[in-house]
């Protein structure tokens, strides 16, 4: 079985693009995500995306089978909004465990399926941990700043919970992924440490936080060189941004990025930013020629989409990716 590690020395690696997208195309129904499992849940249910995996395993399925055969060589489990924390909005929080472990499994399969297919193409999955609705290091009241809608040791507990049943269900890695608010990165980075010191395991890690406007900052203020040292401890495989801007925005952030880390680092924007009805225009084709800017320069070691992309710009990716060869480390002066 060949590892991860080993393909990034090789070539620039694809991740998949938006599962929240794909699964709009379906266009579920209340009915839907209840299934006969939930038929009488006192709670509504419609947009709890990561309970598809138990009510619509086949559609996740399918998603992550488009995504592979459009050249990705990662996908992400269904599972961004799945700790006990997101979860609650739905009375959901008691099936975290059950959401994580199935989404892995399902990933894991049509992984495994694509790699007998092709051995010399190895497909993976990594585990992704969202950011959750909470944010440690800001009020949510500008009336009392001293207010905190969650501390640490709420996250961290959510986020163990979230990581044991990812490793459970199989995934390759485990990615740590739109972050807004470092500290909740760090609560999820702390527990995946605790995971893996408890079972004895070496599992690589993926961070990919999230510049969200022109500022170049994070939501909880952080610049991306104040991102990178806050995470910098934990021996990572990869970091780098994904989400709230296309790739052109994305870019001088990736330049400084890059320039100054030696891990690994990954993008995945947007297809551009959203029109005034939040839906994205971007094309494959227009992405593609953003991406190739980046792929010129050296930026990369792996590549996808987040928000409006869909396996037409994921193939347009692929396409141009094979072409160039993966970053560079740079050597830092320490």
């Known amino acids: 079985m060949k590892n991860i590690q080993e393909e990034l020395q090789k070539r620039i690696l694809v991740l998949d ?28 249910l419609k947009g709890n995306n990561d309970l598809l995996s138990i009510t619509q395993p086949e559609a996740i399925a399918d998603v992550h089978r488009q995504y592979f055969n459009a050249g990705a060589d990662i996908v992400e489990t269904n599972t961004f909004s799945g700790t006990t924390i997101a979860m609650a909005d739905y009375d959901m929080a008691d099936l975290v465990y059950e959401l994580n472990f199935e989404s892995a499994k399902i990933a894991k399969q049509v992984a495994d399926e694509f790699t007998k297919a092709n051995p010399d193409q190895p ?45 459970d269900g199989g995934v390759d890695v485990l990615l740590v992924e739109t972050i807004f608010d470092t500290l909740n990165a760090k609560a999820a980075l702390f527990a995946i440490e605790e995971v893996k010191e408890a079972r004895q395991i070496d599992i690589p890690i993926m961070v990919s936080g999230t510049i969200t406007d022109a500022s170049g900052r994070t939501l909880s203020g952080q610049t991306v060189e104040a991102f990178l040292t806050s995470i910098s401890h934990i021996p990572l495989l990869s970091v780098g941004f994904n989400c709230a801007l296309g790739a052109e925005q994305l870019k001088p952030y990736l330049q400084r990025l890059s320039q100054q880390t030696e891990f ?36 990369i070691n792996i590549i996808g989409g987040c928000c409006g992309t869909n396996p037409d710009h994921i193939k347009a990716i692929a396409d141009i990716a094979k072409n160039y060869q993966p970053r560079l480390i740079p050597q830092i002066a320490k």
């Open 123 to 167: 497909r993976f999955v990594a585990g992704s941990i969202g950011p959750t609705n909470k944010t440690a290091s800001m009020s949510p009241d500008v009336n009392r700043p001293e207010f905190r809608a969650i501390t640490f040791e709420e996250l961290r507990v959510a986020y163990k919970q979230q990581v044991e049943a990812l490793v």
């Open 264 to 299: 690994l680092t990954s993008a995945h924007p947007n297809a551009g930013l959203p029109n005034a009805f939040g839906e994205y225009d971007q094309s494959p084709k227009q992405m593609q020629q953003l991406i190739e800017d980046y792929l010129k320069d050296g930026l």
């Open 17 to 44: 693009g938006a599962m929240g997208t794909m699964l709009q195309r379906y266009n579920f129904s209340e009915e839907d995500f209840r299934g006969s499992r939930f038929k009488n849940y006192p709670s509504s």
